[in-house]
């Protein structure tokens, strides 16, 4: 067993031996097992520490925030230069940003539990107004979590990153980008791309090319939630259009984007509407993708664009450096590798021609839509 689990078990048998002790006092309080001053001192304590002396938290809080958003903005702005470095220093200032607002977030519970000056009736108000915020500390408590283990692999993978290197080429007519990470030299461990070192040297490349944030991870985190917003509670198509622009994807007039639809949460910026483009329920527009195949590591993006009037089907998937011409529509449940001609139906895995489209009676309809809209 591992000294971690002897650790863990240790603790927990001890708030569980000390919980039975005091559950047995209450229960029979005969046995005088606890003497009858331990609590109202305790309660004296935790009430000068929750509750009276709290403006010395807030202020010891307020500097140790100060403290770790410099220090996470110093690392950030290292990371340009000094990849590993500058990561390892923004993430220290990150969980310290986390670890204060989720002590923050429990101390000032208890500072309403261990309030004197109000009644109990008040305090069950307050923390019943006060419960929403525990969500935010499980959230809190995920990404102390996410970043502290990202942080334990970057300090790890902290040599490796040296021993490799990448290189980028242009394929399927310069449509789409493709990073090649390879190993430099024989001392190399790497094994696999989803390793922490390849995925630091993906991340250098893609900012260096133009195409990446300096932090993959925040940029990354950021974008997931702003993703599920507008995918899964935003209704209306103008909001959801907005959202998507903030992330940088070009999205044109009167576009129409389903729920449940997913753009790449890593390259959104990649994708691109025009005019009076749709598509349908949980259809996946990927911009990159990866390939790890027996110590080879590719990393490629491109632009997947969607030309004016056509329409996806619901639950088709979209590959990097895909175009779809205008008018061309896709069957539901298709995987498009290619491009797709103008005023074409397509479907299938891979998606394939099924047939022409009449564009005629598109123009027609078009033209009586701007008429009545531009009469509006």
């Known amino acids: 067993m591992s000294k971690k689990k002897v650790i863990l078990i240790s603790i927990f048998s001890i708030i569980i031996a000390v919980t039975i002790y005091a559950l047995i006092d209450f229960i029979y309080p005969q046995f005088n097992l606890i003497p009858d001053w331990v609590f109202p001192t305790i309660y004296s304590y935790l009430v000068v520490i929750f509750y009276k002396d709290n403006y010395y938290f807030f202020i010891i809080a307020l500097l140790a925030n100060f403290i770790s958003g410099g220090i996470f903005g110093l690392g950030y702005n290292i990371t340009k230069r000094y990849r590993v470095n500058g990561t390892i220093i923004y993430l220290i ?76 080429k242009k394929i399927k007519d310069g449509k789409v980008t493709f990073i090649e990470v390879f190993r430099k030299n024989e001392d190399s461990t790497t094994k696999c791309f989803f390793e922490t070192a390849p995925q630091l040297v993906l991340e ?46 070009k999205i044109g007039k009167h576009c129409l984007i389903s729920h449940y639809s997913r753009f790449d949460p890593l390259m959104p910026n990649k994708i691109e509407m025009e005019d009076y483009a749709g598509i349908g329920m949980e259809v996946l527009l ?37 175009t779809i011409g205008e008018g061309a529509v896709v069957a539901a449940n298709s995987l498009v590798t290619k491009d797709i001609p ?27 839509i701007d008429g009545e809209l531009m009469d509006e």
């Open 342 to 368: 103008p005023w074409t139906m397509v479907g299938g895995v891979p998606a394939k021609v099924i047939r022409k489209l009449d564009r005629s009676i598109a123009h027609v309809l078009t033209n009586e």
């Open 93 to 168: 200032g990150l969980c310290g940003i986390f670890l204060i607002i989720l002590i923050s977030i429990g101390y000032y519970g208890f500072s309403i539990i261990f309030a004197d000056d109000i009644t109990v009736s008040l305090k069950i108000i307050l923390l019943g107004t006060y419960m929403p915020l525990l969500f935010i500390f499980f959230l809190i408590l995920e990404l102390i979590f996410d970043s502290g283990s990202y942080l334990k692999d970057v300090i790890k993978a902290r040599h490796e990153y040296k021993n490799l290197d990448y290189r980028v």
């Open 286 to 322: 990927l911009t990159h993708s990866f390939i790890d195949r027996e110590g080879f590591m590719g990393f490629r993006y491109g632009t997947v664009k969607l030309c004016k009037h056509c329409r996806i089907g619901v639950s088709a998937t979209v590959l990097p450096g895909v």
């Open 204 to 249: 250098e490349a893609l900012y260096k090319l133009g195409d990446g944030a300096i932090s993959r991870y925040i940029k990354a985190a950021a974008t997931n939630i702003i993703l599920l917003i507008a995918s899964h509670l935003t209704g209306w198509h103008s909001a959801k259009a907005a959202l998507y622009r903030f992330l940088g994807a």
